[in-house]
């Protein structure tokens, strides 16, 4: 079968595999999509110190199950639409034992710590497989990245009464876009790029601002998500949030940021850290995917938005130069998804 990988910087290239089966308790699927993220961009570049030498990329899936070996649930069955949760948890660390999963210390994630899902078969097992029923294999593929901004709105306890202030508006921001709104908050969204923002807009955010103009006019947000990991951001976020307000960080930054920390204490704010998303989030995304399918085309979310996240679809063999492109001009891109097993 065909797979890719990165093999050094500025460089991927469609390999051959040996196709697998499912042993004890895994599930095989037949990839349609799966979507390259910020972190197979930075790997591509060589900037991603967490991923493998020669990395098979990829963890936003749009799936079919092919085959289920011994001992899987009946509830999974074989030509079933799934996505998949792309990390790993060790089950005996500090966040393992308090539930808290998503931030396994141990974590491996697929197509970074560990070979992800460019390729046309993979084997997982089935607790790590979401069933997707209802949902179109493409947008199937976008559930994993909206989940995560889903739940930095959950990490910021977000309700009807808060202003929340969005920071970054690609596929992450937007999802913590999409569920602000649907938690019935006021959302100001910002980014520097003015075709994010519009999207962002009639995604439902009340307000939005470029980030390279003067912030005038606009109401103090209670919650402020930072989903850029630039140090310019996380020092707005600090300053821009109300005082007694919410600060949830998504982005990685690079290196260390310089915090204005009298502000901290000042405006006695908590600062949560949010990583990856738990399987009420992805719930909650599926969710808000089938409602869109049937949505007005007024501001939410709705079918000919979801298809806007879609900047591209590639062949493996057209990767390379979708990435180049990307690296060009990173702001201009939301999502490029490869296409597998295109020939049914």
Same mark, same amino acid.
């Given at each position: 079968?065909?797979?890719?990988?990165?093999?050094?910087?500025?460089?991927? !290239?469609?390999?051959? *595999?040996?196709?697998?089966t499912p042993g004890?308790?895994?599930?095989?699927? !037949?990839?349609?999509?799966?979507?390259?993220?910020?972190? @197979?961009?930075?790997?591509? !570049?060589?900037?991603? &110190?967490?991923?493998?030498?020669?990395?098979?990329?990829?963890?936003?899936?749009? /799936?079919?199950?092919?085959?289920?070996?011994? %001992?899987? $649930?009946?509830?999974?069955?074989?030509?079933?639409?799934?996505?998949?949760?792309?990390? +790993?948890?060790?089950?005996?660390?500090?966040?393992?034992? =308090?539930?808290?999963?998503?931030?396994?210390?141990?974590?491996?994630? *697929?197509?970074?710590?560990? @070979?992800?899902?460019?390729?046309?078969?993979?084997?997982?097992?089935?607790?790590?497989?979401?069933?997707?029923?209802?949902? @179109?294999?493409?947008?199937?593929?976008?559930?994993?990245?909206?989940?995560? %901004?889903?739940?930095?709105?959950?990490? %910021?306890?977000?309700?009807?009464?808060?202003?929340?202030?969005?920071? %970054?508006?690609?596929?992450?921001?937007?999802?913590?876009?999409?569920?602000?709104? #649907?938690?019935?908050?006021?959302?100001?969204? /910002?980014?520097?790029?003015?075709?994010?923002?519009?999207?962002?807009?009639?995604?439902?955010?009340?307000?939005?601002?470029?980030?390279?103009?003067?912030?005038?006019?606009?109401?103090?947000?209670?919650?402020?998500?930072?989903?850029?990991?630039?140090?310019? +951001?996380?020092?707005?976020?600090?300053?821009?949030?109300?005082?007694?307000?919410?600060?949830v960080c998504?982005?990685?930054?690079?290196?260390?940021?310089?915090? $204005? +920390?009298?502000?901290?204490?000042?405006?006695?704010?908590?600062?949560?850290?949010?990583?990856?998303? +738990?399987?009420?989030?992805?719930?909650?995304?599926? #969710?808000?995917?089938?409602? =869109?399918? @049937? &949505?007005? &085309?007024?501001?939410?979310?709705?079918?000919?938005? *979801?298809?806007?996240?879609?900047?591209?679809?590639?062949?493996?063999?057209?990767?390379?130069?979708?990435?180049?492109?990307?690296?060009?001009?990173?702001?201009?891109?939301?999502?490029?998804?490869?296409?597998?097993?295109?020939?049914?």
């Amino acid at each position: 079968m065909k797979a890719l990988q990165i093999p050094q910087p500025r460089l991927v !290239r469609v390999i051959d *595999l040996p196709e697998p089966t499912p042993g004890p308790g895994e599930i095989l699927l !037949r990839l349609h999509y799966v979507g390259f993220c910020g972190s @197979d961009l930075n790997t591509f !570049r060589g900037r991603n &110190a967490m991923a493998k030498p020669d990395v098979i990329p990829g963890h936003e899936i749009g /799936a079919v199950i092919a085959a289920t070996g011994p %001992g899987v $649930p009946e509830r999974f069955r074989p030509g079933q639409v799934v996505t998949v949760n792309p990390y +790993t948890n060790c089950g005996g660390c500090a966040s393992c034992r =308090a539930g808290r999963y998503n931030a396994c210390e141990n974590n491996e994630t *697929l197509g970074v710590q560990r @070979d992800g899902a460019m390729r046309e078969y993979i084997a997982l097992p089935w607790q790590k497989i979401i069933p997707a029923d209802g949902i @179109d294999l493409r947008d199937a593929a976008l559930i994993e990245p909206m989940s995560v %901004g889903f739940h930095a709105v959950a990490r %910021g306890c977000v309700v009807d009464t808060d202003t929340v202030l969005v920071i %970054g508006c690609g596929m992450v921001g937007l999802g913590a876009v999409i569920r602000a709104v #649907r938690r019935g908050a006021t959302v100001i969204a /910002a980014d520097l790029d003015p075709e994010k923002l519009a999207l962002a807009r009639e995604l439902g955010a009340a307000f939005t601002y470029n980030t390279a103009e003067e912030w005038r006019g606009l109401p103090a947000p209670s919650v402020v998500v930072e989903a850029v990991g630039a140090p310019a +951001t996380y020092r707005l976020a600090i300053e821009r949030v109300d005082f007694c307000g919410r600060v949830v960080c998504i982005g990685y930054a690079k290196g260390d940021v310089e915090l $204005p +920390t009298s502000l901290i204490v000042k405006k006695e704010l908590d600062v949560r850290g949010s990583r990856n998303a +738990t399987p009420s989030d992805f719930e909650a995304v599926i #969710r808000a995917v089938r409602q =869109a399918y @049937d &949505a007005p &085309a007024s501001p939410g979310l709705n079918r000919d938005l *979801l298809a806007k996240f879609v900047s591209g679809t590639v062949k493996p063999g057209e990767a390379q130069a979708a990435l180049e492109r990307w690296d060009a001009a990173p702001g201009k891109v939301f999502r490029i998804l490869t296409q597998w097993n295109t020939e049914n």
